[in-house]
């Protein structure tokens, strides 16, 4: 995941201003002569975070303090490639709304900053605290790349910073690292967690392809408790970013440990992916609960089955009567997150989410929708009670509400074997569809002919897929639509895909199509930030 890719082909970077290098014939430019390629500016994400510029990826060190929401994540400051990586940081009071903020963490003698995770050390286990402030503790891996170059396997080490502040500054621990590494390539991404029940704090750790469990009392001296993942889940590649977290099964009292564990490659629809288990923890050992006991590579636990939501965790600290677990995560791919057709800046988060857990019979799954937060800038507003669907069916324009940036929701009930098709189509020959087939319960998502896909031959290749996991008789659709991406939440969100577009030109309509259907209830807000 850590590795540096080439630059954007000289061709790609004339499209970025001017047009796709795809083949424009005069006949396709005639039909639309007043319209100019869509460029960095227009691709910038409305309402999802993204840098001001340069280069980000990991979502890092998020917590929760005094009302503000904090972020961290994997920078790159002098270039829109990865590079020698730093902890970039923005503020929020909503999860919607950034500021960004200096940067927190930067590289020295030690190596790069890697990803990690920060907690609030309410009770000062660490002893950094001043008496009037609860400290911050931040956690990441430092990366040495001498090491790397040098061949070595130990070039990744785990250390720890602490702020007296809230998070605005850090001041790293003289005693670092604080983890050495035991002789493995790939040993990183500390993702801590507060452990109510034994008392202690407990680490994950990823380690090749298995999540390493430790335990601590002060956050400064780390103890290995057990190891998780050896032949179990997918194991396509690296295993990166863990988190771990207790949560109560909806409707009820009991709770389960849930393993959050991102690889790459190895992600549903190729490339990098989230996978998740669900267990229980005995202050040591996370035992995968027996409805899983059978999990093998080809499984359908996945937080997101969409090619563009990879190393997401959750924030530290929200208040235990709001019971919530919110979720971000990096909204690109590694098979072509360096070579994505923007300049000036490179990569943006998803939406804010919530993580509910739930039990169908013996099964439990994580369902994620948009944070309620959301709704607060959803203004303008597009509504139809019905809508009939026969063959081809446009069912809004750009004239009437501004797609590019909104949330879209609608029904489909008396569920049919049929196909349902639909789509955003731009205002040259860009066509981005989604849709359910109820023949084989299976929902897919195309951006082959979106836009601009040639940057990279992983982008536009496949059509991607995935279960639909609810048995209802009807068919709820939710999709976040900004300027480069599309997060579609289907039956309250069972089953997510998140993706990312450039499309040459502004979307101009949402479509429909298929063997006779009704949507129910189609709503469509703008989002406005302002």
């Known amino acids: 995941m850590k590795n540096k890719f080439i630059f954007l082909?000289?061709?790609?970077?004339?499209?970025?201003?001017?047009?796709?290098?795809?083949?424009?014939?005069?006949?396709?430019?005639?039909?639309t002569p007043e319209v100019t390629a869509q460029s960095d500016t227009d691709f910038r994400p409305a309402f999802h975070f993204t840098p001001n510029e340069n280069w980000m990826n990991d979502p890092n060190g998020m917590f929760f303090l005094n009302g503000t929401y904090h972020l961290f994540f994997q920078y790159y400051p002098e270039g829109n490639t990865w590079g020698p990586m730093h902890w970039g940081h923005a503020t929020s009071k909503d999860m919607i709304k950034w500021e960004g903020q200096p940067i927190a963490l930067e590289p020295d003698e030690q190596g790069y900053i890697f990803s990690g995770s920060a907690v609030v050390d309410t009770e000062n286990t660490s002893g950094f605290g001043d008496g009037e402030t609860a400290p911050v503790i931040a956690m990441f891996t430092y990366h040495d790349p001498k090491g790397e170059e040098e061949g070595r396997a130990d070039y990744q080490t785990q250390a720890i910073a602490y702020s007296l502040d809230e998070g605005n500054t850090f001041t790293k621990y003289e005693g670092n690292p604080v983890i050495e590494n035991p002789g493995l390539r790939d040993f990183r991404d500390p993702k801590i967690t507060r452990d109510e029940v034994h008392d202690q704090w407990v680490m994950v750790l990823s380690a090749d392809d298995i999540t390493m469990f430790y335990t601590s009392q002060n956050l400064k001296d780390w103890e290995l408790a057990?190891?998780?993942?050896?032949?179990?889940?997918?194991?396509?590649?690296?295993?990166?970013?863990?988190?771990?977290?207790?949560?109560?099964v909806e409707g009820s009292d009991e709770k389960k440990w849930v393993l959050i564990q991102s690889l790459n490659p190895?992600?549903?629809?190729g490339g990098s992916g989230t996978q998740y288990f669900v267990g229980d923890f005995d202050g040591k050992t996370?035992?995968?609960?027996?409805?899983?006991?059978?999990?093998?590579?080809?499984?359908?636990?996945?937080?997101?089955?969409?090619?563009?939501?990879?190393?997401?965790?959750?924030?530290?600290?929200?208040?235990?009567?709001?019971?919530r677990h919110l979720f971000i995560g990096w909204m690109s791919n590694w098979q072509y997150a360096n070579e994505v057709p923007t300049e000036t800046w490179r990569s943006a988060m998803t939406i804010a989410r919530e993580l509910k857990l739930t039990k169908k019979g013996d099964a439990y799954r994580i369902v994620s929708t948009p944070v309620a937060e959301l709704q607060n800038y959803t203004g303008e507003k597009f509504t139809k009670s019905t809508v009939s669907v026969e063959g081809e069916t446009?069912?809004?324009?750009?004239?009437?509400?501004?797609?590019?940036?909104?949330?879209?929701?609608?029904?489909?009930?008396?569920?049919?074997?049929?196909?349902?098709?639909?789509?955003?189509?731009?205002?040259?020959?860009?066509?981005?569809?989604?849709?359910?087939?109820?023949?084989?319960?299976?929902?897919?998502?195309?951006?082959?002919?979106?836009?601009?896909?040639d940057f990279n031959e992983n982008?536009?290749?496949?059509?991607?897929?995935?279960?639909?996991?609810?048995?209802?008789?009807?068919?709820?659709?939710?999709?976040v639509i900004d300027n480069m991406s599309i997060e579609l939440f289907f039956d309250n969100g069972e089953t997510v895909m998140t993706e990312i577009f450039f499309p040459e030109q502004p979307i101009k309509s949402l479509n429909a199509e298929g063997n006779e259907f009704i949507i129910k209830n189609l709503k469509i807000n703008q989002v406005n930030l302002n």
């Not at 000289?10 to 424009?24: G, I, R, V, Y």
């Not at 982008?459 to 999709?479: E, I, M, Y």
């Open 394 to 453: 446009q069912i809004a324009t750009s004239e009437e509400i501004d797609i590019s940036n909104s949330v879209i929701s609608f029904e489909i009930q008396d569920l049919k074997d049929q196909e349902y098709h639909f789509s955003l189509s731009s205002k040259g020959d860009d066509v981005l569809k989604f849709g359910y087939d109820h023949n084989t319960e299976e929902f897919y998502l195309d951006r082959s002919n979106s836009g601009l896909t």
């Open 459 to 479: 982008f536009g290749d496949k059509v991607s897929t995935a279960p639909r996991l609810s048995k209802a008789s009807n068919l709820k659709v939710k999709a």
């Open 286 to 323: 996370f035992t995968l609960d027996k409805s899983m006991s059978d999990l093998g590579e080809d499984h359908h636990y996945w937080l997101d089955f969409g090619k563009d939501n990879y190393a997401g965790v959750t924030w530290a600290n929200i208040p235990q009567e709001d019971d």
């Open 9 to 31: 082909s000289s061709c790609l970077l004339s499209a970025m201003l001017l047009f796709s290098c795809k083949d424009n014939n005069k006949e396709s430019v005639e039909k």
């Open 226 to 248: 057990s190891e998780f993942g050896k032949g179990i889940g997918a194991h396509g590649g690296v295993w990166e970013c863990p988190d771990f977290i207790q949560m109560k």
């Open 266 to 269: 190895g992600g549903f629809n």
